[in-house]
Structures are given as C-alpha cells and as structure tokens.
C-alpha cells in the first residue's frame, strides 16, 4: 500500500510516515497543497492523508480539484478538533474519511487498512463503514467476519445500505422489502429492525440504525 501524507507540520508528517513504514505501509511526506495535489495524481497512490490547512493550495481545494479530474483514490482528512465546519466542507468536497487532531497513529492506519480492503471488495458489493453486504451471495461481513441474518432482515439491509445515509421511509422498506404483500402486521418493520439492530450492536460497533420520528430510518456510521 503506497500512501502520500500531506501536512505542513513537518514533524508530524516524519511521525505518520515512520509508524507507516513500521506498519508495512509505503509513505511519502509532503508539506504543501501543490506538491501535495501533483503527488496524488500518480496512478500507484492507494491513499491520501490530507490536512485543511495547507500552504499554496489548501486541503478542501486539493481534494476539489482531485475529483474533479475524475480521481477516486481515497482521501482521509485531518481536521481540528472541534470544527464540524470543516468535517462536513471535507467530506463535501470528495473525502472519504475524517480523524480529528490530535489523534492516534494506530487509528490511522486502522483507517487506511480500512481503505485497502475496500479497494478489494468486489465493485458489485455494498459498503458502510466496515460493513460489507453481497447482494448476489446474499452474505454479509464486519471487519471479515461473517454473520447470519434472515431473509428479511437481509433485505431491510441492504435497503439500508443502498440509500446509506438518507432516510428510508417504512412505504419504501414495505414496498422494497414486502413488494405489495398485504398480509403485514402494523408492527412488523419495527420488529426486523429491531432485530437488525441487535445484530449490528453485536457485530459492528461502526454502524447504527437511527430512527428519524414519523419518517423512517437511516443507517449511520457511528465514527
């Protein structure tokens, strides 16, 4: 895995890409947005660790202007604690995750294992956080391990993980999931979701199913 840190604190950029390369994990610094940008653009970076506050060209530009060139390599932004502002200009802008400084080097590169093994999942699977569900296999892992879930249950999840983020109205999860069944107690949707719930809480700590009254329901990443 080959990743490019970009950040003006020029110690913390030595930290980051020392630990990496004790981690097994190819990194090279650099400390302003321009050089930052040129070096993200090379087709053998897997990664991007990217601070806002950037000299030249900031960190919500960099990450612009790599979409807009039709690059998807991932982008982890470093933010400052504190400032949902820019938590939500970043993921706007096209990043993919966020870590908040001053944060843990091991949850660092947790985050960026976690962009490796994404990058191996099949394009026709679903992903939220480290859930990972195959619509075609109809099997469902966190973290690699695998755990059973009834049809319906199934179903009401990938539902979930289709509009993942969005709220889903139960009329859709009843005409999604049900497809015109009739035969459907008033309770039912609460009741799967419930267990869904259940499972998540056991399985994956990253995910959730909130409840938005009177409108339905949304699954979440939970950090």
Not at 62 to 82: D, F, Q, S
Not at 202 to 223: A, F, H, M, P
Request: charged share 30%; proline share 2%; with cysteine.
């Amino acid at each position: 895995m080959r990743v490019i840190v970009v950040d003006d604190e020029r110690r913390l950029v030595e930290l980051i890409v020392s630990y990496l390369a004790e981690s097994g994990i190819d990194a090279v610094g650099f400390h302003d947005g321009r050089a930052g940008l040129e070096a993200a653009r090379g087709t053998d970076v897997d990664a991007v660790v990217l601070d806002l506050m950037l000299p030249g060209i900031g960190g919500i530009e960099v990450c612009k202007r790599l979409r807009h060139e039709g690059n998807t390599v991932p982008v982890l932004m470093l933010t400052a604690r504190g400032s949902v502002g820019e938590r939500v200009a970043g993921l706007e802008a096209g990043a993919d995750d966020y870590l908040v400084k001053p944060f843990a080097l091991e949850e660092l590169t947790a985050r960026l294992r976690v962009f490796q093994r994404r990058s191996e999942v099949p394009e026709d699977r679903l992903i939220v956080g480290d859930l990972i569900l195959d619509p075609l296999a109809r099997r469902v892992w966190h973290r690699d391990v695998e755990f059973d879930l009834s049809r319906r249950e199934f179903d009401i999840l990938e539902t979930l993980m289709v509009n993942g983020g969005h709220v889903v109205s139960r009329d859709y999860i009843l005409e999604d999931v049900w497809r015109g069944e009739t035969d459907i107690r008033s309770n039912t949707i609460e009741v799967h979701i419930s267990r869904l719930r259940n499972h998540l809480d056991r399985q994956s700590g990253d995910v959730k199913i909130t409840t938005v009254r009177g409108v339905g329901y949304r699954l979440e990443r939970t950090t």
